[in-house]
């Protein structure tokens, strides 16, 4: 619900998570050598922790942003250059922040890991699900905006030749 106040959020999880981190590294900043935070909330705080308690700073995040001149985008720019290194999932993302005055060697593509033990290839997958003379596409994650989701119902929609299979909540 807050997703729509970027303002509130922010301020919802900041307050949360930066006391809770502070607490954390009073406690056990000894045994602490890197701070990561996923996402720009928990970048801001791993910043001013990593500034307070002398500690290097990796950020990643999954999404691209849409970057001006504005006041997010200069919060995004000082945290991001005050972290020691940032993950990005997509080369675009990469682009976009080098477009906004980030190194570029501090920049990462990443990929998640999988357990190939327990995600691991089925033989006759397809066939199995009745799928066999299909062109599928997959979305699993969480079905908010900006994920892209109202872009995959679009594409359902228009592409009727196309198995489309969701999954998440």
């Not at 699900?129 to 994920?147: M, P, Q, T």
């Amino acid at each position: 619900r807050l997703a729509a106040m970027p303002a509130i959020q922010f301020l919802y999880l900041f307050s949360g998570l930066f006391f809770d981190c502070l607490l954390f590294l009073l406690k056990n900043a000894k045994g602490v050598e890197v701070i990561q935070s996923h996402g720009f909330t928990a970048g801001i705080i791993g910043v001013i922790c990593g500034k307070i308690f002398k500690k290097r700073v990796v950020i990643n995040t999954h999404v691209g942003l849409n970057l001006d001149d504005g006041l997010m985008t200069q919060v995004i720019k000082w945290t991001l250059k005050n972290s020691d290194k940032i993950l990005v999932l997509t080369e675009g993302i990469k682009k976009s922040l080098v477009g906004i005055g980030i190194r570029e060697d501090k920049i990462s593509v990443y990929h998640y890991w999988v357990d190939q033990q327990v995600f691991k290839p089925i033989k006759n997958a397809k066939r199995k699900l009745a799928w066999s003379d299909k062109f599928v596409v997959l979305f699993v994650g969480r079905l908010i905006e900006v994920k892209g989701v109202k872009k995959i119902f679009k594409l359902a929609d228009k592409l009727k030749n196309v198995t489309f299979v969701i999954a998440g909540s």
